[in-house]
């Protein structure tokens, strides 16, 4: 005997039938649409906190801070939406309009924060 994959009833009718009622089958599709779609709310959510972050503490445009401080407010770098390369072939990782480059000075690791300008379009 099958079993139906949602709520576990005994599935009569057709051999290959693999939910046991409409009601069944409409209740998987949308948990299989809602896994994808809580992927792409969760990183647009962590997409929107590290904007929020970056423009807290880059309020002169271009600032440098300590990596931890950042990732102890919630930033996570693994999350950027586009990045730009400057002459000197270093890579601005970018949240929408703020971006951060990661540096060492003296040892520490830290960030350097700027804000998207006209001239890097180009």
Known sequence: ?????????????????????VKCKSAAQYESRMVHEKFFLD???QLKINRK????YNQSGFTTLRKEK??????????????????KRQVYLFCYDFGFLEIEQQGKKK??????????NQ
């Open 1 to 21: 005997m099958k079993t139906c994959p949602t709520c576990g009833d005994v599935i009569k009718g057709r051999r290959d039938k693999i939910y046991c009622s």
């Open 43 to 45: 990183v647009d959510k």
């Open 53 to 56: 972050i970056l423009k807290r």
């Open 70 to 87: 950042l990732i102890k407010a919630g930033f996570n770098p693994k999350y950027f939406t586009h990045y730009w390369k400057n002459q």
């Open 111 to 120: 960030y350097l924060l700027v804000e998207w300008q006209d001239y890097m």
